[in-house]
């Protein structure tokens, strides 16, 4: 089923147009923003935990195989 499309001939169509369009926009950079925001605490988050086991624990050192080694190629 296809919805007629009014005249564009009219101001009142390509103010609404534009309305709509500039919605859509702004509704993506605030999904995009709240994402990143996201994002950002949770690997903040993850540093403060590992910073803190090193701390604790002692971990670190050339190549701590359980942790370092093998997490890029689980989480890329």
Do not use: H
Request: proline letters at 4%; one cysteine or more.
């Amino acid at each position: 089923m296809t919805t007629p499309v009014p005249s564009s001939d009219g101001d009142d169509y390509a103010s609404l147009l534009a309305e709509l369009k500039d919605r859509i926009r702004t509704a993506r950079l605030k999904a995009a923003v709240a994402v990143n925001r996201e994002l950002i605490f949770l690997y903040w988050s993850i540093g403060r935990e590992i910073l803190a086991r090193q701390t604790s624990e002692g971990w670190g050192g050339p190549c701590d195989r359980s942790a370092r080694c093998g997490s890029s190629s689980r989480f890329s």
